[in-house]
């Protein structure tokens, strides 16, 4: 089965502040395949690292399409609070985030049978936190 990993970063500048998303797409080797920013205008942190999991598999869905059925996918991101709630280990108080959460549902639903969601200190996640800067930087 073949293998993507998709490293995803969200953050908001003076929470809520001025927000963007980044995502990066790497193969089973390690190659960069892909990489994705979006300004997010004014939103919290956690709702930006909800949107760059979103925009991560959007992009995967894009690129790949059906072939994504038969696929292992591997989430990476810095948001431990997010990766449990995807996890379903933490429930989900903020009606914003809930709200995000069902729409990864709905996308994971369709597309992503064999996806997995790991938390990742923030040194580990440096390139998808330049593409959301990047994203911040748009403003």
């Known amino acids: 089965m073949k293998k993507i990993t998709i490293f995803t970063d969200g953050g908001s500048r003076s929470n809520p502040g001025i927000a963007g998303a980044g995502a990066v797409i790497f193969d089973e080797n390690g190659l960069e395949l892909f990489g994705v920013s979006k300004f997010l205008g004014i939103k919290t942190n956690n709702w930006a690292e909800y949107e760059a999991v979103i925009l991560g598999l959007e992009k995967a869905k894009e690129i790949f399409g059906t072939k994504l059925q038969q696929m292992e996918v591997e989430m990476k991101m810095d948001s431990q609070l997010v990766q449990r709630q995807l996890n379903r280990e ?3 108080k903020e009606p914003t985030l809930l709200e995000q959460f069902v729409r990864v549902n709905n996308i994971i639903i369709d597309f992503f049978p064999n996806i997995k969601f790991t938390y990742i200190p923030r040194e580990e996640n ?9 994203a911040m930087d748009q403003m």
């Open 126 to 134: 440096k390139r998808a936190d330049e593409f959301a800067n990047l």
């Open 90 to 92: 933490y429930k989900i």
